[in-house]
């Protein structure tokens, strides 16, 4: 299961890359703090899932 979590982590990153390429961070108002935003949420799904797959307490 963690191929499928490091897969979908790839994706996401590619999207986000995508997103600030295609729009640019100038052209959206508060640009940045929606990038920060979405930035923070993949980071938290993925620390999420990885805690899923493997649990810190060894259980």
């Keep these: 299961m963690s ?3 490091w897969a979908s982590a790839i994706i996401l990153t ?3 890359a995508l997103i600030v390429r ?6 959206v108002p508060m640009g ?3 990038l920060m935003a ?3 949420v993949a ?4 620390l999420a899932a ?3 797959q493997f649990p ?3 259980g």
């Design 3 to 5: 191929d499928s979590v």
């Design 14 to 16: 590619a999207f986000l």
């Design 22 to 27: 295609g729009y640019g961070l100038r052209r």
């Design 32 to 34: 940045k703090s929606v």
């Design 38 to 40: 979405a930035i923070w």
């Design 43 to 46: 980071i938290i799904l993925l």
């Design 50 to 52: 990885i805690f899923t």
């Design 56 to 58: 810190p307490r060894g």
